[in-house]
């Protein structure tokens, strides 16, 4: 399984390849922006995408709209520190499979991404 | 913004820390007004706001603190690097879960470092500068806000 984790800290990429934990995923890119994501994406249509919101260049929610439009199916986890219950709502009606606040508790990222590996 | 307003701001801090360590040991002292922004340590995290308020957020902190942070997150880079990548994370988590309380008015850009000297921030009409000591490890960051 491919994965894709983007974000603009490379400190929390890092930590969320970490945190996984999974040995079904094969193959991780990371992307530190939307524009590198929709790239790196409609290159290798990753398995399971991590998708910050706050980043330059193409925020989260654009990307995740873009990404949509290329895989209407795409299976992508939001990980933000935007704690409010609009945003989340709003990247759910987008087509996001989940939403998981900063800062990451390890415990919930590794459940969010065992319920999107055997959805 | 104002004292109450602040209490959001203490328990982001609280909880950010809370997330990195079994037993939490952060002390937050209480806030206080300055004249002029800061103070600032090597390390700073600027989060413009707009939206709902305007002005800044900063999460300020030493080399020393965030080298123990990235040890914690089981970071094996703890160089200038990624302690300038922690810091303006920090400060964009610090600032983004507010929004919990104030809402997705409350807009937030992505995080600007400054390293050394800390950076002059022209100050806003209205807005008063709070500073929260967060003593934790022996060493003392500061979240330091400035909003109308």
Not at chain 1, 22 to 29: K, L, M
Request: charged share 25%; aromatic share 6%; with cysteine.
């Amino acid at each position: 399984m491919k994965l894709l984790i983007v974000d603009d800290s490379s400190v929390i990429r890092r930590a969320i390849e970490r945190g996984i934990e999974s040995g079904e995923i094969t193959e991780v890119d990371q992307a530190e922006d939307g524009e590198q994501a929709i790239q790196l994406y409609a290159e290798k249509q990753h398995d399971i995408i991590t998708l910050d919101i706050t980043m330059p260049k193409m925020d989260g929610l654009t990307c995740l709209d873009q990404l949509m439009q290329i895989n209407p199916e795409a299976k992508v986890l939001i990980i933000s520190a935007l704690r409010d219950r609009t945003t989340a709502i709003r990247a759910i009606k987008q087509g996001a499979s989940g939403f998981l606040c900063k800062p990451i508790n390890p415990d919930e990222l590794r459940e969010a991404f065992q319920l999107l590996l055997s959805d | 913004m104002n004292d109450q307003d602040i209490n959001v701001f203490i328990s982001t801090a609280r909880r950010y820390f809370a997330s990195l360590e079994e037993r939490p040991s952060l002390v937050i002292e209480p806030p206080f007004v300055r004249e002029k922004l800061g103070p600032f340590l090597e390390y700073t995290g600027i989060i413009g706001v707009s939206g709902r308020s305007r002005g800044v957020i900063c999460f300020t902190a030493t080399g020393k603190m965030l080298g123990e942070i990235l040890g914690l997150l089981k970071e094996s880079r703890v160089d200038e690097e990624a302690k300038r990548d922690l810091v303006g994370e920090i400060a964009n988590t610090l600032s983004g879960n507010a929004r919990e309380e104030f809402g997705s008015e409350f807009q937030i850009s992505v995080p600007t470092v400054v390293v050394g000297a800390g950076p002059q921030l022209s100050q806003r009409n209205g807005s008063r500068n709070y500073a929260i000591p967060l003593n934790w490890h022996s060493e003392t960051a500061y979240l330091l806000v400035a909003l109308e």
